[in-house]
């Protein structure tokens, strides 16, 4: 027990026998947020060309670069249902499907009408990549390297960014009418390799017992596992999990149903009437959900062209060449966290990341502010200062923020509510990031972009302070562990021996405070 009362991490203990398959699922499986992160990326530069060739407004613009988000929702909700009917593995597939289709109907798309039919059939891809591919690394992944192989994602939509600012420098010079066609089409070609690659994926264990298909999830548990005796061990803690009494063995059996019908009861337990500890928890992984928007990520990101525009770069050759620079920070400062998530842990990493973004934001907005005061004149400290807190801005993101939300929030939530949890915590940050997206213009028109900017610093300052506390640290424990850090027992009820007092003391003491045999001073 750490001497601040908060539960220490438990160290975890690196594994090679099962750190090569497991691996190779989660490359296989955050493949599909390598489309994300392109379209996010081919965006902001595609949109500049876009604009020129359809003759359309601002307003329209904003739409185009938000809407993605909006339309995602349904994908989010639609992939929690389909992920427990099918599988995890399955439905990837749609993934890719919903991915092709989508790079087909915007790179020919003859107008505006046609380019945002695309974008809503890509935009449910994304609903589904945002929930599947962290959700089947979590449930794959050893608890050892679980934060090292759910980062994959968060990778791939930095590489998929890179990739789409890539794009942009390369067909920035064909005709106006082809060159951003190319660069949205091009993007059906991950959906293909993606779609090959499954063929050779298991499926999850969890979601395999939750079937009651225990022979299947053994053999799985047995490839990821260093010994026979650890994936038994496995076994039994995901069947207490699930619901599955002990002795209740073999091949295939039939899983006991809770009266009410199950989905029904997954919504009860979650969202209608949650125990104490589920409602932290719940509340938990929303605020991650909710704080990696509202910080202003996508807005950087979709924007960055018309940002270095307003901070004195001219030229789309020079424009598109510091959006490269920047994605290639982002690119390589995510690899760096994926190495630091099971060394120094979750919360600190998210903790750093969020300071960063607060003094990043600040110097952006400042130097913008004085460039901005100053219309006549180019002052050059001013227009360094906006690039290397962009360039800080994505770096810190990615340091923490980023790649921790996927981790955090499939660590946390129960098996049982894993997938319509992470669904509906999609489905918000889809949400904020549309709005975000599609008010980004409207707003720095009315305020300013400094003062966009300012005000993205206060809402991180916001998240800092939630971040602290309320989020414990996760670890090296095993997904079957989580509950008990908010004071939730093998059953889903509330713990009774958590310290006298906590249901109701402060978030802090409440979710950090809990876990058996933690005190609160």
Known sequence: MASDGLPEAVEPQMKKGNIKYASTCAVVAS??????????????????????????????????????????????????????????????????????????????????????????????????????????????????????????????INLGI???????????????????????????????????????????????????????????????????EEAEERLADIKTAAGIPDDLDGDVVVVPRKRGGEEKQVWRELIVSPTPPMRRILLTALGLFFFQQLTGSDSVVLYSPRVFESAGITGDDQLLAATCAMGVAKTLVILVAMFLLDRVGRRPLLLCSTGGMIVSLVGLATGLTVVDRNPDARIPWAVGLCVASVLAYVSSFSIGLGPVLGVYTTEILPLRVRALGFAVGAAGNRVVSGVMSMTFLSMSGAITLGGTFFLYAGVAVLAWVFFFTCLPETRGRTLEEMGSLFGMTDTGAEAEDAAPGTQDASCRARLLGNSPGARVD
Request: proline share 4%; hydrophobic share 55%; net charge neutral.
């Open 162 to 228: 890179l990739l789409g600012y890539v794009s942009n420098y390369a067909f920035a010079r064909l005709p106006l009418h082809i060159g951003w066609r190319f660069m949205l089409g091009i993007g059906a070609v991950p959906s293909v390799l993606l779609a090959l690659l499954l063929s050779g994926m298991p499926e999850s264990p969890r979601w395999l017992v939750m079937k009651g298909r225990l022979a299947d999830a053994r053999i799985v548990l047995e490839k990821i596992a260093d010994t026979p």
């Open 31 to 156: 493949m599909a947020s390598i489309v994300l992160g392109y379209d996010i990326g081919v965006m902001s530069g595609a949109s500049l060309y876009i604009q020129k060739d359809l003759e359309i407004t601002d307003v329209q613009v904003e739409i185009l670069m938000g809407i993605l988000s909006i339309y995602s929702i349904l994908g989010s909700f639609a992939a929690g249902r389909t992920s427990d009917w099918i599988g995890r593995r399955f439905t990837v597939i749609f993934v890719a499907a919903f991915f092709f289709a989508g790079a087909l109907l915007m790179g020919f798309a003859s107008g505006y009408t046609m380019l945002m039919l695309g974008r809503f059939v890509a935009g449910i891809g994304v609903g589904y990549a945002i929930v599947i591919a962290p959700l089947y690394t979590a449930e794959i992944a050893p608890a050892s390297a679980r934060g090292f192989l759910v980062s994959f994602t968060e990778v791939f």
